[in-house]
């Protein structure tokens, strides 16, 4: 069964990091693409980044260039998302996808809040 479970989530000042994680199980991250989405309150879910299934090539939006990295480690199964030099338009609900052949699957969320 395929399950995805983002941490790594909170409160933090504009300007500091945060790093993402999300844990998969069911699979293999080096099988398919992986992407981290997030969603702001009243808004569309939007893409923020992806890594390819070779673990070779990302991805970013415009507003995570330069900002965000996605890493990932293939023996823990994780992927990563590091935030940096955050900004208050960043806070979000910040969801890990797997685009798999059976379609995507998401984990559950979780919430990042920037805010003095």
């Known amino acids: 069964q395929v399950q995805l479970v983002e941490s790594g989530g909170g409160l933090v000042q504009p300007g500091r990091s945060l790093r993402l994680s999300c844990a998969a199980s069911g699979f293999s991250i080096s099988t398919y693409v992986m992407s981290w989405y997030r969603q702001a309150a009243g808004k569309e879910r939007e893409l923020v980044g992806s890594i390819t299934s070779a673990g070779v090539s990302t991805n970013y939006a415009d507003s995570a260039k330069g900002r965000f990295t996605i890493s990932r480690d293939t023996v823990k199964n994780m992927v990563y998302l590091q935030m940096n030099r955050l900004k208050p338009e960043d806070t979000a609900v910040y969801y890990c996808?797997?685009?798999?052949?059976?379609?995507?699957?998401w984990g559950q969320g979780t919430q990042v809040t920037v805010s003095s």
């Open positions: 996808k797997a685009l798999t052949g059976g379609g995507s699957r």
